[in-house]
C-alpha cells in the first residue's frame, strides 16, 4: 500500500488487493460490491489453511494525525483485520508508521503489537560500514545520529559516500540540511538533493524524474511512450538516443546507488523505487520545469487510456489502466478530458456506474475521483466547468458514504451544495441539503440536520419540481422527528402527503422510505392499528408495481413492528408497558404475525445490500425475541446491530442499541439467580447511562421519554 504515495493528500485504494487476493485464495463467484463483506469473505478464505499475510505499509489507508488517527479509512480492510483478529490459523504481519486503533482491544490476546524504531546508533554505524564508508567508530556513530536511524537514508547516504567521495565519512558535511520534517522524509531527503546535484546532466538524474511521474512501479511500455520521438525538451534529450545498453547501465548503476528497487524477477522489465525517491524527483521536475511535467503527463494519459484491450473494461483488473489514465490526465492539467473521455464514459458507463454497481470498487472509484481536486474533497480542479464541479463533488460524497467515511463524506456534500446554490441550481440543491441532513442525522448531529433539511425545503420550494416539493418535506419531518418536535414532523408529513395524493390520487398514503419514516413517527404515537392499515397497503402497492426489494422490506418493518407493539398494549392495557411480560407465554395472532413480518423484513433488508437500514430491522426484531424471553435470539440480533452501527459511524442507532440492550438486561433479571441479576441490572445501568448521555449530546429527542421511563423501571426493580 505504501508504494501507492505517501502523502495525505493522496487517496490509496485497497480495492486491487482484494481483486487479486480473492482470486488467489480461490474465489471464483461474483464481484463483492461491499467493501466490508469483501474484507470478510477474505478471512473466510484465509482461515481454511494456516497462512501467512503481509500486509507492508499500511498508513495510506489510515487517518493522519485528529480525532480518527490510526483508524483504517478502508472499511474492508478493516472487516478483514477484525476478522482475523478474532480467529485466525495462520499469521498477519501488518506494518504501518501509526498504530492500528481498529485492533487495538485485541492487543496482548490474539494480536501483539511490537514498536520498531529507528535503527539504534550502534546498528547506523555497522550498515554504514557495511556500505564501505570510511571513518572512526566515533564519526560513523556521529553520522548515524545525525541521520536519526533511518535506514532508507543512512543506505542512501552510505551508498553517495562510497560512490562519490571514496566512502570519507567526514564528507558528509556537504549535503545540504532540508527544513523538511524527519516525518515526511527529511533526513533522505537530504542525500537525494546530494545524488540530484551529483547527477545533474547525467541520463541517470533524468530517469530519477522520470519515475517521479508515477505512484507505483512504472512498466516498459509507459517509459517507451515517454522516450519516444519527440523529445520531451529538458527531460528526455539526453535518453531518447542512448544506446540501449547505455540505458540499461544507468538503471543498473540507480539500483547500485539504491535509488532504484532490485529487479522484480517476476516483472524484470518494470522500474520501481521507493516512494519517498518518486516524490522527491517528482516534485522537483514540476517545480522546475512545469512544461515537462505536464506533456509527460500527457503522453501516459494516452498511452493508459489506450492500453485496455475492451473500450469497456469488464474486470477491475482490466480497467486499472484506465484509473492510471486519469490520475496522469489530471496531472497534465487535461481534467475534463479525462472526465468526460474516461471517468463518465469508461469507468462509470455514464449513469450505469459501473465500477460501483457491477464491480464494487467504491476505493478505487474514489481513488479516481480524488484526481479532480486541487484541495481534497473540498476544491474541484479549476479546469472542470461549474456544473462538473458539482457533479464530482456529489460523486465524491456518494463514495465516502459508501466506504463508509461519513465524516468526512459532509464536506464535499457541503461544497457541492454551496455551489450549486451559488449557481441558482435549485433542484439539485434542495437534493445536496437533503442527502446532508441524512448524512447528519446518521452521525448523530441532530440540529444541523434540522437546518439542511429546512434548506433543503426552501430549495425545493424555489424550484418548479412538485416532487422534490414534496419529498424534503418528509425529510425534514424525519429530522424533526429525531429532534422531539413530534407536531411539526406531523404537519410536514401531512403536507407531503396532501401533495403527493394532488398529483397521484391512487396513492392516497406516502409510501417506500418516506412512507415507512411516517409509520415510525405514527407507532411511536401509539397509532399502531392506522400503521397496519398504511403498511399494507403500501406493500400491496410495492408488489403490485415490482418496487424495490428496500421498499418492501420497510413496510414489513412497519407491519412487524405495529403488530408486536399492538399485541403488547393488548396483553398489558397500555401502549408501551412492556416491564412484565409473564403473560405472553402464549403468543396470540399478534405475535406470531409479528415474528413472521420482522423474520421477512430482516431478509429483505439482507438481500438489498441497505448496510444502513438493516440496524434498524435487527434492533425491531431483537425487541421481540426479548418480549419473547428469546434472549440468545435478541443478544445475536443485538451484536450485529452493533457492529454495523458502530462501524459506519451510526450514533443514532448506537443510541438505539444501548436502550434496547438495557431493555434485554432489565428483562433478563425476572430470570436468573440472585448473583446474575446483579450483572445484569449492572449492565443494565451501563447501557442506560450510556444512551442518555448520548441522547443528551446528539439532541436526539425523541428518545427522551423513553430514557425516563426506563430510569423509572430500573429504580424499582431496587424496591
Not at 488467489?24 to 463483506?37: L, N, Q, T, V
Not at 495462520?90 to 496482548?108: K, M, N, S, W, Y
Not at 522489465?269 to 516512494?275: I, Q, S
Not at 399492538?566 to 412484565?580: D, F, I, M, P, Y
Amino acid at each position: 500500500f505504501y508504494s501507492q504515495g505517501t502523502r495525505e493528500e493522496r487517496n490509496v485504494s485497497a480495492d486491487s488487493f482484494f481483486d487479486e487476493a480473492l482470486r488467489w485464495f480461490g474465489y471464483s463467484g461474483p464481484p463483492i460490491p461491499s467493501p466490508w463483506d469483501k474484507g470478510i469473505r477474505l478471512a473466510e478464505l484465509l482461515r481454511q489453511q494456516k497462512t501467512l499475510l503481509i500486509l507492508d505499509g499500511a498508513e495510506p489507508l489510515q487517518y493522519p494525525p485528529g480525532q480518527l488517527q490510526g483508524e483504517l479509512k478502508d472499511q474492508g480492510l478493516k472487516a478483514l483485520l477484525k476478522e482475523l483478529a478474532r480467529a485466525n490459523l495462520g499469521l498477519c504481519v501488518v506494518t504501518t508508521r501509526v498504530a492500528l486503533e481498529d485492533i487495538r482491544h485485541t492487543e496482548g490476546k490474539t494480536s501483539r503489537r511490537v514498536d520498531l524504531e529507528n535503527l539504534s546508533t550502534a546498528a547506523g554505524s555497522r550498515l554504514l560500514r557495511s556500505l564501505q564508508v570510511k571513518g572512526t567508530d566515533k564519526e560513523l556513530a556521529e553520522a548515524s545520529q545525525e541521520f536519526g536511524g533511518h535506514a532508507l537514508a543512512l543506505n542512501l547516504l552510505g551508498r553517495y559516500l562510497a560512490v562519490v567521495h571514496e566512502g570519507e565519512v567526514r564528507q558528509r558535511d556537504l549535503i545540504p540540511r532540508l527544513t523538511e520534517e524527519e516525518k515526511q522524509g527529511g533526513h533522505a531527503r537530504r542525500v537525494m538533493e546530494s545524488y540530484e546535484r551529483w547527477l545533474a546532466g547525467q541520463p541517470e538524474c533524468d530517469i530519477l524524474h522520470l519515475m517521479g511521474l508515477f505512484d507505483r512501479p512504472a512498466a516498459k511500455g509507459a517509459i517507451d511512450a515517454l522516450l519516444a520521438k519527440p523529445a520531451i525538451k529538458g527531460l528526455t534529450s539526453n535518453l531518447q538516443n542512448l544506446p540501449l545498453a547505455q540505458l540499461q547501465f544507468a538503471f543498473q548503476h540507480l539500483r547500485d546507488l539504491r535509488l532504484l528497487a532490485e529487479k522484480d524477477a517476476q516483472r524484470p522489465d518494470t522500474l520501481d523505487c521507493h516512494p519517498l525517491v518518486r516524490e522527491h524527483f517528482g516534485e522537483k521536475l514540476r517545480q522546475q520545469n512545469p512544461a515537462a511535467w505536464q506533456e509527460a503527463h500527457g503522453r501516459l494519459y494516452e498511452y493508459y487510456k489506450n492500453l485496455p484491450a475492451k473500450e469497456l473494461p469488464d474486470t477491475l483488473e482490466e480497467m486499472e489502466p484506465l484509473f492510471a489514465a486519469v490520475a496522469h490526465g489530471c496531472q497534465a492539467g487535461r481534467h475534463q478530458e479525462a472526465l468526460d473521455d474516461v471517468y463518465w464514459e469508461r469507468i462509470l458507463r455514464r449513469n450505469e456506474a459501473f465500477v460501483n454497481h457491477k464491480l464494487g470498487a467504491f476505493g478505487a472509484d474514489l481513488s479516481a475521483l480524488s484526481s479532480f481536486f486541487e484541495v481534497l474533497w473540498s476544491q474541484p480542479a479549476s479546469g472542470l466547468t461549474d456544473d462538473d464541479k458539482a457533479v464530482v463533488l456529489g460523486w465524491t460524497g456518494f463514495a465516502l458514504r459508501a466506504l463508509g467515511r461519513l465524516a468526512e463524506a459532509s464536506q464535499p456534500m457541503q461544497a457541492g451544495l454551496e455551489l450549486q446554490a451559488k449557481q441558482k441550481d435549485w433542484e439539485n440543491a434542495a437534493s445536496a441539503a437533503g442527502n446532508l441532513s441524512e448524512l447528519y442525522l446518521t452521525l448523530g448531529e441532530v440540529s444541523q440536520a434540522v437546518a439542511s433539511a429546512r434548506q433543503s425545503v426552501d430549495f425545493a420550494d424555489r424550484s418548479e419540481d412538485w416532487g422534490s416539493k414534496m419529498m424534503f418535506r418528509t425529510t425534514m419531518a424525519d429530522a424533526l422527528h429525531q429532534a422531539g418536535e413530534l407536531t411539526q414532523a406531523q404537519q410536514l408529513f401531512r403536507e407531503a402527503e396532501a401533495m403527493q395524493k394532488k398529483r397521484q390520487p391512487e396513492y392516497p398514503y406516502l409510501y417506500s422510505l418516506r412512507g415507512f419514516l411516517f409509520c415510525d413517527l405514527l407507532l411511536s404515537q401509539g397509532q399502531y392499528q392506522e400503521v397496519q392499515k398504511r403498511a399494507r397497503q403500501t406493500l400491496e402497492w410495492a408488489i403490485q408495481n415490482n418496487l424495490s426489494l428496500l421498499t418492501r422490506a420497510l413496510d414489513k418493518l412497519s407491519l412487524g413492528r405495529a403488530f408486536l407493539l399492538l399485541a403488547l398494549s393488548e396483553v398489558e392495557g397500555q401502549a408501551l408497558a412492556e416491564t412484565t411480560a409473564r403473560a405472553l407465554g402464549a403468543p396470540g395472532q399478534y405475535f406470531d404475525q409479528a415474528r413472521e413480518y420482522l423474520l421477512q423484513a430482516v431478509a429483505g433488508l439482507r438481500e438489498a445490500g441497505q448496510q444502513d437500514d438493516l440496524p434498524r430491522g435487527l434492533l425491531a426484531r431483537a425487541a421481540f425475541h426479548r418480549v419473547q424471553n428469546e434472549f440468545a435470539l435478541a443478544s445475536t440480533d443485538l451484536e450485529e446491530a452493533r457492529e454495523i452501527a458502530e462501524r459506519g459511524g451510526m450514533k443514532l442507532l448506537l443510541a438505539d442499541y444501548h436502550l434496547e440492550a438495557c431493555r434485554l438486561e432489565s428483562k433478563k433479571q425476572t430470570a436468573k439467580s440472585k448473583e446474575q441479576k446483579a450483572n445484569s441490572k449492572m449492565q443494565a445501568e451501563e447501557h442506560l447511562d450510556i444512551a442518555a448521555r448520548m441522547i443528551e449530546e446528539m439532541g436526539y429527542g425523541r428518545r427522551k421519554p423513553e430514557v425516563e421511563e426506563l430510569e423509572k423501571q430500573l429504580n424499582s426493580l431496587n424496591h
